[in-house]
């Protein structure tokens, strides 16, 4: 079944910096790539996905790049702000089927 | 997009008992998933929830532990059953919506004494 690491674990930058969450999975297969972000107390949701057959996918602040070949996609935050630190989590699948989960990464945002 | 109602939000539960978790969905779904996020961890697939047959569980789930409902096409239930204090956890229904995207409802907050 699939895998998927997530690097790393706790990340802190400065308000306005960037920020970078790097994943791997295992699954060639794999052709969906989403990210959700959960605060404290609350559900995971969605905010930026990627499907195999693009290698790169930008809303406003966040950006998502997909490499098929290394198996790795990373999550890019510029102009990072306060309201962005909460907990993101990588996934990745096949058509659909069950979903398989990074381990998670802390975002603390410093104003 | 879809609106995914879990019942109860949050509970504490008796070491020894038995509690059902259920999951509405506003529209007809094949698939239900149930996940569960121990403290501080990822979501981790309990089971896949089909309507008409029995749920698939994953690997380190079994049926005895984690029976599931699923009598129709929007509603499912989870019963964690003979709760020890590990199976504190927040334990979350999802569907997929037909974007693709996998949507989770507000999620079931257990503490076992």
């Known amino acids: 079944g699939e895998n998927v690491e997530q690097h790393p674990s706790t990340l802190s930058v400065q308000e306005g910096d960037s920020a970078v969450i790097k994943c791997t999975y295992s699954?060639?297969?794999?052709?969906?790539f989403p990210w959700y972000k959960q605060e404290l107390g609350k559900r995971p949701q969605l905010i930026i996905d990627?499907?195999?057959?693009?290698g790169e996918k930008k809303d406003q602040r966040i950006a998502v790049t997909l490499n098929k070949t290394a198996k790795h996609f990373s999550l890019h935050i510029t102009e990072t702000q306060p309201e962005d630190s909460a907990v993101y989590f990588c996934?990745?699948?096949?058509?659909?089927?069950?979903?398989?989960f990074g381990a998670g990464t802390r975002l603390t945002v410093k104003p | 997009s879809a609106v995914i109602s879990q019942k109860p939000s949050r509970d504490i539960c008796q070491r020894g008992t038995s509690l059902t978790i259920q999951c509405q969905v506003d529209?007809?779904?094949?698939?239900m998933f149930w996940y569960r996020q121990q403290p501080g961890q990822s979501l981790t697939l309990i089971a896949t929830?089909?309507?008409?047959?029995?749920?698939?569980?994953e690997s380190g789930f079994v049926i005895d532990k984690f029976p599931i409902s699923r009598p129709n096409l929007t509603f499912s239930t989870l019963t964690v059953s003979n709760m020890s204090p590990e199976d504190s956890s927040i334990y979350l229904c999802?569907?997929?919506?037909?974007?693709?995207?996998?949507?989770f409802g507000e999620g079931s907050r257990l503490t076992v004494l």
């Open positions: 999802s569907v997929y919506l037909p974007t693709g995207e996998l949507f």
């Open positions: 996934a990745a699948n096949y058509n659909n089927n069950d979903m398989r």
């Open positions: 929830a089909n309507q008409g047959s029995e749920a698939t569980y």
């Open positions: 990627i499907r195999s057959n693009v």
């Open positions: 529209s007809q779904v094949t698939m």
């Open positions: 699954d060639s297969a794999s052709n969906y």
